[in-house]
């Protein structure tokens, strides 16, 4: 940086206008009082809900616990619409939240960070913009997101195709008309699994490529009873407590009795209920789901038989039932997915054994067979957690790449920082409950401990916060034995990163929010315990 170069210099510089981002501005414009500065690669807010459009997005946690909760007059407020919120109203909220605490103001758009620098001597953060424009900061917050980084695997001849190519989590602002047109899709993970019962309604033909089946579970989505609205409104505090005590961070309803402790008619009785409950509730059939093998084989089983009752045909509803365990990958929700089978315009095709050969100009190829479209749509999912960091060209101490840190798989305290990149806090990603969570509520509970240790530093006559290596190795040894004692390493996941080839095999989130929140206060309490606290540069 030249010495006549005019750089904008700001308190906390955060990358990412997300949930994250903008409780992150709220939080330290203020609240704290510091200057801060949102940069963010769209036109707009939203995070992952600005990028992900496809048809039939909506989000997996019923709406009202799949919001803000740290002021209250938001929540009463806000009122929605749908039991599950579709993509499009997340984003109204999004925009509401926006103007209701005058945050547009402080965040600059259709701005990418190409870099981030550490200067070892004044203790700041240097990004650089893909534009060239520069800014310093004290503190950096990494609101990037888990799933924002979409994963496009490569293919011979990806680049010949003539017709029309998405993904589904880079979905053109103004959708797509399928009318007419015939149509491939590759990948039935979550969001193929909302997107291609509606493609199939609008297209002349749809063919989806699957390589691993996926559990899932019918959603029930409707608009939202105003009756029950309003009782939650009532008592919001309590219901927002309940969620806060639960091991994913929202009321689940959790049964919890063990596999041991229920007769087989109770246990069928109870996998009845959960499956009326649909989504995501089916996480708290048993307390031991995830932990006992006995106990998942039966809820596995249970799901397996509800999807063949879904399938006409016996071939294609095998091909559509998991062999894997329940829970080792996120259980989706759907709206008549499995019945989308049962139309005369959807072929399914299996690529488990003999996978994708190329990609040709008017289709693909399977082996000796070929496919030919109008478009074609990659719902191939994201380089989870890590990959949205990874993409920026972050450097720490001594010039030390993030990449070159986590080379053998991102290594943490707390989810929250790493060893080498003082005043550099990581929002929502690896060794933290993140995805395993109702993702706001762990947003804000990290947003909230990061402004605390700040303020503790200015309080402190202190500006620099760095976690310390055997802390952190202990932090990882923690969250993998947390994960060795349940069965989420049982299968290929991309909790695993096992969709990203040549990406480490590491179980990344930390399993159990309350506990998770529990020794984040301790540490807090204890002074910072684990992270050294310091004075650096002017």
């Known amino acids: 940086m030249s010495s006549g170069e005019q750089v904008a210099k700001y308190d906390v510089a955060i990358i990412g206008a997300g949930f994250a981002g903008l409780y992150a501005l709220h939080k330290f414009r203020d609240d704290l009082g510091l200057s801060t500065r949102i940069i963010e690669a769209g036109t707009g807010p939203g995070g992952t809900w600005y990028w992900n459009r496809y048809p039939g997005a909506r989000v997996d946690i019923p709406s009202m616990q799949y919001s803000y909760q740290f002021d209250d007059a938001l929540q009463q407020e806000w009122d929605w619409r749908e039991k599950y919120a579709p993509q499009g109203e997340i984003l109204d909220y999004v925009d509401h939240v926006v103007d209701r605490f005058d945050l547009a103001k402080d965040i600059q758009y259709n701005s990418r960070v190409r870099a981030c620098q550490y200067d070892d001597y004044t203790g700041l953060w240097t990004l650089t913009l893909e534009s060239g424009e520069k800014l310093v900061a004290r503190y950096c917050i990494m ?135 649909g989504g995501l509730f089916f996480y708290g059939t048993l307390a031991d789901l995830l932990t006992n093998q006995q106990a998942n084989d039966v809820v596995s089983d249970f799901v397996r038989e509800k999807i063949r009752s879904k399938v006409d045909d016996p071939g294609i509803a095998d091909l559509l039932t998991p062999k894997t365990m329940i829970g080792c990958k996120r259980i989706c929700a759907d709206t008549n997915y499995f019945e989308t089978y049962n139309r005369d315009n959807v072929t399914l095709v299996d690529i488990s054994e003999q996978p994708i050969s190329r990609i040709t100009p008017n289709g693909l190829e399977v082996g000796d067979e070929s496919w030919e479209f109008d ?65 706001i509520t762990g947003i804000e509970q990290h947003i909230e401990w990061v402004a605390d ?44 990163g096992a969709n990203i080839p040549g990406k480490p095999r590491v179980f990344m989130p930390y399993l159990g929010y309350p506990d998770y929140k529990q020794q984040c206060n301790e540490i807090a309490a204890e002074g910072y315990k684990g992270f050294t606290l310091s004075s650096t540069g002017a």
Not at 231 to 258: C, H, P, T
Not at 385 to 395: A, F, V
Not at 454 to 482: I, K, P
Request: proline share 5%; aromatic share 10%; glycine share 8%.
């Open 453 to 496: 240790a700040v303020r503790y530093l200015q309080q402190s006559g202190l500006n620099t916060m760095e976690a310390n290596l055997e802390a952190e190795d202990d932090w990882v040894d923690h969250t993998n034995e947390v994960a060795s004692e349940t069965l989420l390493l049982g299968c290929n996941s991309w909790y695993l």
């Open 143 to 277: 609101a990037t997101g888990c799933l924002s980084a979409a994963n496009k695997p490569r293919f011979e001849g990806d680049d010949s195709f003539r017709g029309e190519v998405y993904h589904t989590g880079q979905w053109p602002h103004d959708g797509v008309d399928f009318e007419g047109k015939t149509v491939g899709i590759i990948g039935t993970g979550s969001s193929a699994v909302q997107a291609i019962p509606v493609i199939a309604g609008e297209c002349k033909h749809l063919t989806v490529f699957q390589r691993t089946p996926n559990f899932s579970a019918p959603a029930y989505n409707e608009p939202l009873d105003p009756e029950y609205a309003k009782a939650v409104k009532a008592d919001y505090k309590a219901f927002r407590q309940r969620g806060q005590e639960s091991l994913v961070a929202w009321d689940i309803d959790m049964n919890e009795k063990e596999y041991a402790e229920m007769s087989p008619e109770e246990i069928h009785a109870c996998l009845e209920e959960r499956w009326k409950m």
């Open 375 to 439: 478009v074609l749509i990659y719902a191939t999912g994201f380089d989870a957690m890590t990959g949205s960091l990874e993409r920026i060209d972050i450097r720490g101490r001594r010039g030390l790449t993030l990449k070159e840190k986590w080379n053998a798989g991102p290594r943490t305290l707390l989810g929250l920082q790493t060893a080498g990149f003082p005043n550099m806090f990581v929002i929502a990603n690896a060794g933290s409950p993140s995805v395993l969570t109702n993702m």
